[in-house]
């Protein structure tokens, strides 16, 4: 049995009406097929499923389709999107095999990793060329001590965050548009009328 069969038989039991086919395993698309009734309103039976799990013999790898939404994907995607916690067995079984990378059908541990956010995304950047105070000055705000130790202008600080404004609907910002235009409009007036240009 190789590691995708030992996994459909593991996420079988979550996939409604799962049945295996000569070429596959066939069961109900869980992208476009919800709920016990099909999308003509009639009851959802084993014959009107339309998602399927099959082998491309060529390659030897695995595929899902759905001949109904059209969506198709590679074995891993699939799992991916509905079966997370498999999908990370699944890769880590593949990836200690060597099965993994590039001309495979298989991203590896470590892109899975980083896209996840659980490794850094960068070597990280040892470039900061400032100087530590001296021993004396560090040590006047020991515990002990109940000086306020100087103020370090030196040190980095934390990155600076730009907060971004909601984005906005094209009549929205047409709308925030002619607010702006009209105060504007009233300032110029204001600055007018102070220096006498108006009259």
Not at 51 to 67: E, H, I, M, P, T
Not at 149 to 165: A, C, D, E, V, Y
Request: net charge positive.
């Amino acid at each position: 049995m190789t590691i995708e069969q030992s996994i459909i038989q593991g996420i079988s039991y979550s996939l409604r009406f799962f049945s295996r086919t000569q070429n596959g395993y066939k069961f109900q698309c869980p992208y476009c097929q919800h709920g016990s009734k099909d999308h003509k309103g009639r009851q959802m039976t084993l014959g009107r499923v339309k998602g399927s799990l099959y082998q491309v013999s060529a390659r030897n790898d695995w595929k899902y389709r759905c001949f109904r939404c059209g969506e198709h994907k590679a074995f891993h995607n699939f799992l991916e999107d509905h079966f997370p916690k498999h999908f990370e067995a699944y890769i880590r079984q593949r990836d200690a095999l060597g099965t993994t990378g590039k001309h495979t059908n298989c991203p590896t541990l470590e892109t899975v990793l980083r896209r996840q956010g659980m490794l850094p995304q960068g070597d990280p950047d040892f470039s900061w060329q400032g100087t530590l105070p001296p021993i004396q000055e560090r040590l006047q705000g020991a515990p002990g001590v109940h000086q306020q130790p100087p103020m370090m202008s030196n040190w980095p600080s934390g990155p600076k965050i730009t907060k971004l404004p909601p984005i906005k609907n094209p009549q929205q910002q047409a709308g925030c548009q002619a607010k702006i235009n009209q105060v504007m409009k009233q300032r110029e007036k204001r600055r007018r009328e102070q220096s006498g240009e108006l009259w």
